[in-house]
């Protein structure tokens, strides 16, 4: 936590998350978890099925497509949050 630039996060199962360090950044950090992760997190767990439907051959070239649909969704997200 030098320089008051970094963050401890706790994130345990069961249990709400708990972000430790500076009041600002960490007020920061809630709002991503809150906020920004879940949608984050959504999006990858989607590809990440396609991903390994595709690799399995289960429904190899329809999951091929979707992939292609998807692609640069999360960076589209983050022009959208950031922009």
């Given at each position: 936590?030098?320089?008051?630039?970094?963050?401890?996060?706790?994130?345990?199962?069961?249990?709400?998350?708990?972000?430790?360090?500076?009041?600002?950044?960490?007020?920061?950090?809630?709002?991503?978890?809150?906020?920004?992760?879940?949608?984050?997190?959504?999006?990858?767990?989607?590809?990440?099925?396609?991903?390994?439907?595709?690799?399995?051959?289960?429904?190899?070239?329809?999951?091929?497509?979707?992939?292609?649909?998807?692609?640069?969704?999360?960076?589209?997200?983050?022009?959208?949050y950031?922009?």
């Amino acid at each position: 936590m030098k320089n008051y630039y970094s963050l401890a996060v706790e994130n345990l199962p069961a249990s709400p998350v708990k972000v430790y360090g500076p009041f600002r950044l960490t007020k920061y950090a809630q709002f991503l978890i809150r906020e920004v992760f879940p949608k984050h997190d959504e999006l990858c767990y989607e590809e990440g099925k396609l991903m390994l439907q595709y690799i399995r051959g289960e429904q190899g070239e329809e999951a091929a497509q979707m992939l292609k649909r998807l692609k640069g969704q999360t960076i589209r997200l983050y022009e959208h949050y950031w922009k």
